[in-house]
């Protein structure tokens, strides 16, 4: 097992939406944010050598487990989510169930 000697702490920033993305991703793995995000560098620095044009994704989940995590993080925030999937493109509309406020 590691020592905490091996490791090094460090600050990042990252847009909200990357931070979102690698966080459903964590938790539909069922790992720590760390441990996903140290997997998908490593998964990277794998692949530095691939050919230029070559995507790799950074998040990857399948149907079943995006469905899931959707339905948590709905049911959590008393919202509505409709998931619409076709071949390669994939379309989420989000509702919140509680009606907003009328101002009279």
């Known amino acids: 097992m590691a020592k905490q000697d091996d490791y090094i702490k460090t600050a990042l920033r990252m847009p909200k939406t990357l931070h979102a993305r690698l966080a459903a991703q964590a938790e539909a793995k069922g790992r720590s944010l760390n441990a996903e ?4 560098l490593e998964l ?9 044009n070559t995507v790799r994704p950074v ?12 339905m948590r993080k709905a ?5 509505l989510i409709s998931i619409h999937a076709s071949k390669n493109v994939a379309t989420i509309d989000v509702k919140s169930r509680t009606p907003p406020k009328k101002d009279h």
Do not use: K, M, T
Request: glycine share 10%.
């Open 37 to 40: 995000f140290i997997a998908c």
């Open 75 to 79: 049911r959590d925030n008393d919202e």
């Open 59 to 70: 998040i990857e989940l399948d149907y079943d487990e995006l469905v899931d995590v959707l």
């Open 44 to 52: 990277g620095l794998e692949g530095a050598g691939a050919q230029p």
